[in-house]
Structures are given as structure tokens and as C-alpha cells.
């Protein structure tokens, strides 16, 4: 049985920073992709970072890319994500997935089975 648990969320101003942290049982970060998605009212979800541990490959998309840093604590099986210079629009509930079940293209473009409940964050 797989879990996903978030924690490290809050309120901040522009300009500030945040570190997540998305601790897992059941399942191995270390070996395995992961993602962290998020998703503001009225909006869709949209990824925000993708860990590859078992290679400690990273990706992110162009709207976090140089703000967000993933790092990994195999020992507590925890990836983190340290959000820095954050803007009223990187408001939203915040989430990471686990467990790749659908794979659409490259590595960090799955359908992820196993989601966590979600930290809120908010910036203004």
C-alpha cells in the first residue's frame, strides 16, 4: 500500500520561499519517478517538478525552472521541493505522485497513480 504525505506548506510574500517535503511508504523514491504538481482554482493541474531518483534526474517546466530545486533524502525516502522567489501565481494546492501507470512521451510525462492530499500554498 503505497502513501504519499505532503507537509512544509503555507503563506508567504512574493519574493519568498518555501520547502515542501513529500514523504513516501510503500514505495521507493530512491528507484523511482515522482512528480509534484499543483493546481490553482479555475485552473488545471500542471506539474511543477519530476524526480527520477534511481538516476537523480530532474526536470521542470519553464514557469519554475531556475526558482524550484529538488533535492532527495533517500534515508527518510523524501523528495523536497524548495521553492524560491515565489510569485502570487505559484499560488495553489500543491501535490506529489508517485508510481509512473501511464507513460506519454518522456520520462516526466506519465499519469501517476498514487497522489498525496495536497499542501496548500499561497503567495502575495
Known amino acids: 500500500h503505497v502513501q504519499l504525505v505532503e507537509s512544509g506548506g503555507g503563506s508567504v510574500q512574493a519574493g519568498g520561499s518555501l520547502r515542501l517535503s513529500c514523504t513516501a511508504s510503500?514505495?521507493?523514491?530512491?528507484?523511482?519517478?515522482m512528480g509534484w504538481f499543483r493546481q490553482a482554482p479555475g485552473k488545471e493541474r500542471e506539474g511543477v517538478g519530476h524526480?527520477?531518483?534511481?538516476?537523480?534526474?530532474?526536470y521542470f517546466p519553464n514557469s519554475v525552472k531556475g526558482r524550484f530545486i529538488i533535492s532527495q533524502d533517500n534515508a527518510k525516502n523524501t523528495v523536497n521541493l524548495q521553492m524560491n522567489d515565489l510569485k502570487p501565481e505559484d499560488t495553489g494546492m500543491y501535490y506529489c505522485?508517485?508510481?509512473?501507470?501511464?507513460?506519454?512521451?518522456?520520462?516526466?510525462?506519465?499519469?501517476?497513480?498514487?497522489w498525496g492530499q495536497g499542501t496548500q500554498v499561497t503567495v502575495s
Open positions: 505522485a508517485a508510481a509512473c501507470k501511464v507513460q506519454r512521451g518522456k520520462w516526466y510525462e506519465c499519469e501517476y497513480e498514487h
Open positions: 510503500g514505495y521507493d523514491f530512491s528507484a523511482n519517478s
Open positions: 524526480n527520477y531518483g534511481r538516476v537523480s534526474i530532474r
